[in-house]
């Protein structure tokens, strides 16, 4: 997949190009679902899949909402919109410059001058430019117009449930991480480097790797049981704790996970903790014996949990994708 990082990087129209817009956060499964059909409807005319999106998210830059998260980082949303099949991906730097940009202005501009967009995929409820003023109707004058198709898919959807960013990111808020993988169709991760902590886990008999990450949202404080990839190569069962460790008084958010029958040295290591199942609240326990034995009791169930599960990621989720 070839990134455009501004409009100006496209110095040529793209052939045949079929596009779809939006902000993809959580690349859930409706997303996929819309990446499936650009991609089918670019080889139907012999062309190439386009993807646009923004960065930063708009709700970032405009401030409408104090305590928006994203799901993904932009790295990894790039990451798997390339797993998608994507041919291109036009990530477009959104500032108060772009967003005084009229919706008929940015057809004219870009799609139509700039990338020759032959036919755009959207979601049925899906707006953009200054005051949204880019609906479905306004599009569909425009393309019988400048000579492009519209194609407007309904909401996308499986068992009654309907794939949406918004849930997708209430549920993972809520630590519900077994059960965000319906919508996502792969366990939810948190990347990062391994730091120095406070080592009272390796006191208590259980070393853990304190995780530094660039991820927004994070499941809700408790114990999960995890599968660990160290270095995107070997793979642990683990038991992670998010929480302030109550216990010792810490009063700040870590992320700290044990790695299950690992010997070596974590310190400056690239690790990624794939939540499998909520265990327990984090809890005060009155003293640490206490809290060693939950911990040991946590760990016994983790492993018994963990025995017949596989990672689900990028790479499994979308290979039955193949046109």
């Keep these: 997949m070839r990134i455009f990082r501004s409009v100006e990087e496209i110095t040529e129209k793209l052939p045949n190009a079929v596009v779809t817009i939006g902000n993809f956060d959580g690349v859930h499964?409706?997303?996929r679902e819309i990446f499936r059909r650009v991609k089918r409807e670019a080889a139907a005319l012999g062309g190439v899949s386009l993807v646009i999106t923004f960065v930063p998210h708009p709700i970032k830059m405009l401030g409408l909402k104090k305590d928006f998260r994203l799901i993904n980082t932009y790295a990894e949303k790039e990451l798997l919109m390339e797993a998608s099949g994507i041919d291109f991906l036009l990530t477009i730097p959104f500032n108060e410059e772009f967003a005084a940009i009229s919706a008929e202005r940015f057809v004219r501009e870009i799609l139509v001058g700039r990338i020759g967009v032959r036919r755009l995929i959207i979601g049925y409820d899906y707006a953009f430019g200054k005051n949204r003023q880019g609906d479905v109707a306004m599009l569909r004058r425009m393309g019988d117009?400048?000579?492009?198709?519209?194609?407007?898919?309904?909401?996308?959807?499986?068992?009654?449930?309907?794939?949406?960013?918004?849930?997708?990111?209430?549920?993972?808020?809520?630590?519900?991480?077994?059960?965000?993988?319906?919508l996502i169709g792969r366990h939810f991760s948190v990347g990062g480097t391994v730091v120095h902590g406070r080592q009272r886990g390796k006191g208590l008999g259980f070393p853990t790797a304190n995780l530094q990450t660039d991820k927004e949202l994070i499941p809700k404080p408790g114990v999960y049981a995890v599968k660990v990839k160290v270095d995107d190569d070997a793979t642990y069962d683990g038991a992670c704790n998010i929480g302030d460790n109550p216990t010792f008084g810490n009063g700040s958010?870590?992320?700290?996970?044990?790695?299950?029958?690992f010997d070596g040295n974590l310190y400056g290591r690239e690790v990624r903790i794939y939540f499998v199942d909520r265990i327990r609240d984090e809890m005060t326990f009155p003293n640490p014996q206490l809290l060693q034995e939950a911990i040991g009791r946590d760990v016994a169930q983790?492993?018994?949990?963990?025995r017949d599960v596989s990672i689900i990621e990028y790479r499994e989720y979308l290979a039955e994708d193949d046109l």
């Design 145 to 182: 117009e400048l000579g492009f198709a519209v194609e407007v898919l309904e909401p996308i959807a499986a068992g009654g449930l309907v794939y949406s960013s918004t849930a997708v990111r209430r549920m993972i808020a809520e630590g519900d991480v077994r059960g965000v993988v319906q």
């Design 253 to 261: 958010l870590s992320i700290e996970v044990f790695i299950f029958d």
């Design 302 to 306: 983790c492993r018994e949990l963990l």
């Design 29 to 31: 499964l409706g997303h």
